[in-house]
């Protein structure tokens, strides 16, 4: 089971969170057939959002992680409620790009660097908070990272990764944020670059334990850590039937119209899961005939 994990180091220098998200990886890869450089972009984009949507405890809030980079792979896009449940989808899922000289996926190229990094956060209020950064190198952690030190000025450490198996499966998944606290000094600095560097990639340390808590003591290993908080994640899509119709209504009379011209019909599938609203002729009727019944009043009100 998929979980993310809360925490704090006893001396409230340093705050951090982790995910295991292998189980959501998996099913947006079976959702959007995508290939592994895909399966590892998005899977780190959602890792990601999970961690920064579970931090908005307004119920209701939501964070969007919006990545555009200029590479083959187009717009990747993850989407956090404030539990840390995600949903997701990228651009072109069918890319695929060589492999790194070491071997490894070529998430940055395939990403691109020459573009930017985008959070938004609705937490109910009038206006969403948008902060954006440029790409450092597309490999969506270190860019992360960035983004906080710029837009927030919290000093980050960030790791994400996917694992994918031969069979383009995921076999690890997840990440972690490590955050200083107001007041952490040089030495707090120190340890925290000596854990992040001495635990090496962080799909190595989830392949060989799945638990977001070992993963945060091993990172945070010259610390004594206190967890505040552990919950369960999956991937989670929003969309109903309700909502499909008020997007098409949203078209207009004249759109709606000509699309029950062409097709006598439609088939509205969701971007972000593999669910499909198919609506009938009379359906789309219905809705025509709904507003111009609602227009036709309203010029009777003026």
Known sequence: MDKLVRAITKDGSVKAVAVVTKDLTERV????????????????ALAAASMMGNALKEENASLTLQIKGGGPLGTVLAVSDHLGNVRGYVQNPQVDVPLREDGKLDVGRAVGADGTLTVIKDIGLKEPYIGSVGLLGGEIAEDLAAYFVESEQIPTACALGVLVD??????????????????????????VEGGVMASGPVTSLLDRDPDPEALLRTVLSDFEVEILETSPIEYKCYC???????????????????????????????????????????ELQGMIDQMKAQKKGENRDV
Do not use: W
């Not at 995508?34 to 399966?39: F, K, S």
């Not at 998944?173 to 340890?191: F, N, S, T």
């Open 166 to 191: 031969r069979d383009q499966s995921v076999k690890a998944a997840g990440g972690y944020i490590v955050q200083l606290l107001p007041g952490a000094g040089e030495d707090v600095i120190a340890k």
């Open 29 to 44: 890869r079976n959702i959007h057939k995508t290939l592994p450089v895909a399966t590892a972009a998005l899977g780190r």
């Open 240 to 282: 109903s039937r309700d909502r499909v119709e008020r997007a098409l209504i949203s078209m207009g009379v004249a759109e709606l119209e000509d699309l029950l011209a062409e097709q006598g019909g439609c088939e509205l599938g969701c971007q972000f899961c593999d669910k499909v609203y198919r609506f009938t002729g009379e």
